[in-house]
């Protein structure tokens, strides 16, 4: 069993800048990767980010690239996720997901086994 919990989620201002949080907890042994999906009301859960436990690898969706940045803390198993540049079209529930399947690397939520309740996060012009 491992429990997610994000921090961090606020309203901010466009062009704004904020940092996600997520600690995990449990049985966190087995980690393979962690990552970051967020879900706008009427939309479908979209992954942003996620990373390799074991040795940093990154990859991010299109519409976040260059912007945001996903990072870890091996030894508080955390991970962070810093947004610059905001955009309405950012404004989301983001939710952190925990990968138990070693060698699953993938960027459907099917690829992840655990789930944070999310943090909402509302950008406004």
């Known amino acids: 069993q491992v429990q997610l919990e994000e921090s961090g989620g606020r309203f901010v201002q466009t062009g704004e800048s904020l940092t996600l949080s997520c600690a995990a907890s449990?049985?966190?042994?087995?980690?393979?990767?962690m990552g970051w999906f967020r879900q706008a009301p009427g939309k479908e859960r979209e992954f942003v980010a996620h990373i390799r436990w074991r040795d940093g690898t990154t990859d991010y969706s299109n519409s976040v690239a260059g912007r945001f940045r996903i990072s870890r803390d091996r030894i508080k198993r955390s991970i962070d996720l810093q947004m610059n540049g905001l955009q309405p079209e950012d404004s989301a529930v983001y939710y952190c997901t925990l990968c138990t399947r070693w060698g699953v690397w993938g960027m459907s939520p099917d690829d992840f086994d655990y789930w944070g309740q999310g943090t909402q996060v509302t950008v406004s012009s």
């Open positions: 449990g049985r966190t042994s087995d980690t393979y990767a």
